[in-house]
């Protein structure tokens, strides 16, 4: 096919609201000897987008200003040094940004193919949100079947990416939400327990839901005064994994909790890390997860579609916090 020079893109020119994401035209990205040209179908929408919009999420040197960490399209061209892909191939893509476009460039090793049968929209909500829960759940929280894990924030797109897992490893998984329908939707989603933590104190419930036990792992986005609560939730060598800090950065804890029940505190980013690090996952994912989505044992949940020169609107919705699943922008 023919590759134009120009293409659409949401390239913010300073921080600001949701009014910042206009479209605008950009040049066409060249692939790398690496990397492969996708044209884009549909890019997931995700909270450090929000972040990145706003300010507050610092890019990695080299990464394009164009918004966007996920995408899912057709490959269009292949940088000189990849096997693996060729042009026609339908891909789903881990990227550091620049997903929000009609073209974006992908290194091959962090690509994924779409799953048979799954939509263009549904397989751009899976990478940024399958990457980080199963590096974090699986490596970091070093998860094994018949474990309990306490997931924060439980119908966001990590949320019920992480119910899902639970639901394939063999996790006892209990979600916290923000309202008595969300706490319904975690539970229709796998969530063997579902709590309020508007009206309810979350530590309390999970300690009255495992008898007193504790859960082994905790899946936590919040951070701030979330810390210490999650100490206390925590089973004797529980593992407490931060992915956030929606509630700030920093936690006053009790050390003499966490000697006493042996307790790793732990976390991540993905962002930042090298693309052999994100593709080892891709292989693992490929391997352990996608065959689920192939045999239907694992659907996606995507919560609302934009076009791409609405993404001001999908920017609300993520921010409104009142979304189920995965927010998509459909580009093409």
């Given at each position: 096919?023919?590759?134009?020079?120009?293409?659409?893109?949401?390239?913010?020119?300073?921080?600001?609201?949701?009014?910042?994401?206009?479209?605008?035209?950009?040049?066409?990205?060249?692939?790398?000897?690496?990397?492969?040209?996708?044209?884009?179908?549909?890019?997931?929408?995700?909270?450090?987008?929000?972040?990145?919009?706003?300010?507050?999420?610092?890019?990695?040197?080299?990464?394009?200003?164009?918004?966007?960490?996920?995408?899912?399209?057709?490959?269009?061209?292949?940088?000189?040094?990849?096997?693996?892909?060729?042009?026609?191939?339908?891909?789903?893509?881990?990227?550091?940004?620049?997903?929000?476009?009609?073209?974006?460039?992908?290194?091959?090793?962090?690509?994924?193919?779409?799953?048979?049968?799954?939509?263009?929209?549904?397989?751009?909500?899976?990478?940024?949100?399958?990457?980080?829960?199963?590096?974090?759940?699986?490596?970091?929280?070093?998860?094994?079947?018949?474990?309990?894990?306490?997931?924060?924030?439980?119908?966001?797109?990590?949320?019920?990416?992480?119910?899902?897992?639970?639901?394939?490893?063999?996790?006892?998984?209990?979600?916290?939400?923000?309202?008595?329908?969300?706490?319904?939707?975690?539970?229709?989603?796998?969530?063997?327990?579902?709590?309020?933590?508007?009206?309810?104190?979350f530590a309390a419930e999970v300690l009255a839901f495992t008898g007193g036990r504790g859960v082994d792992i905790v899946l936590d986005m919040v951070g701030g005064d979330y810390v210490p609560k999650n100490i206390?939730?925590?089973?004797?060598?529980?593992?407490?994994?931060?992915?956030?800090?929606?509630?700030?950065?920093?936690?006053?804890?009790?050390?003499?909790?966490?000697?006493?029940?042996?307790?790793?505190?732990?976390?991540?980013?993905?962002?930042?890390r090298p693309i052999a690090f994100k593709a080892a996952i891709a292989e693992v994912l490929e391997g352990a997860i996608w065959p689920a989505f192939e045999a239907g044992r694992l659907t996606p949940v995507t919560?609302?579609?934009?076009?791409?020169?609405?993404?001001?609107?999908a920017h609300e919705r993520m921010e409104a916090g009142t979304h189920v699943g995965k927010i998509v922008l459909s580009v093409s």
């Amino acid at each position: 096919m023919t590759i134009p020079t120009h293409m659409t893109a949401i390239d913010p020119a300073a921080p600001g609201g949701p009014e910042v994401l206009v479209p605008v035209s950009r040049p066409v990205p060249q692939p790398g000897p690496g990397d492969v040209l996708v044209k884009v179908a549909a890019a997931g929408v995700n909270r450090p987008d929000v972040l990145q919009r706003l300010g507050l999420y610092p890019m990695p040197p080299g990464t394009p200003t164009i918004m966007g960490l996920e995408i899912a399209g057709t490959v269009v061209a292949v940088g000189d040094e990849v096997t693996r892909w060729r042009p026609g191939d339908a891909v789903c893509a881990l990227v550091a940004g620049g997903g929000y476009a009609e073209y974006c460039t992908a290194p091959a090793g962090q690509c994924l193919p779409v799953p048979a049968g799954m939509s263009m929209v549904d397989a751009a909500g899976l990478p940024e949100t399958w990457f980080t829960v199963w590096s974090n759940v699986m490596d970091r929280g070093r998860a094994r079947p018949g474990e309990s894990i306490l997931i924060h924030g439980g119908t966001s797109g990590i949320g019920i990416t992480a119910l899902q897992l639970a639901a394939e490893v063999g996790l006892t998984a209990i979600a916290t939400c923000g309202s008595d329908e969300k706490c319904a939707a975690a539970k229709a989603h796998g969530a063997a327990h579902a709590i309020n933590y508007r009206t309810q104190d979350f530590a309390a419930e999970v300690l009255a839901f495992t008898g007193g036990r504790g859960v082994d792992i905790v899946l936590d986005m919040v951070g701030g005064d979330y810390v210490p609560k999650n100490i206390v939730c925590l089973a004797d060598e529980g593992r407490n994994v931060s992915i956030a800090f929606q509630r700030g950065p920093t936690a006053e804890i009790n050390l003499a909790l966490v000697m006493r029940k042996r307790l790793v505190l732990t976390g991540s980013t993905l962002r930042p890390r090298p693309i052999a690090f994100k593709a080892a996952i891709a292989e693992v994912l490929e391997g352990a997860i996608w065959p689920a989505f192939e045999a239907g044992r694992l659907t996606p949940v995507t919560d609302s579609v934009f076009p791409l020169a609405d993404a001001a609107a999908a920017h609300e919705r993520m921010e409104a916090g009142t979304h189920v699943g995965k927010i998509v922008l459909s580009v093409s």
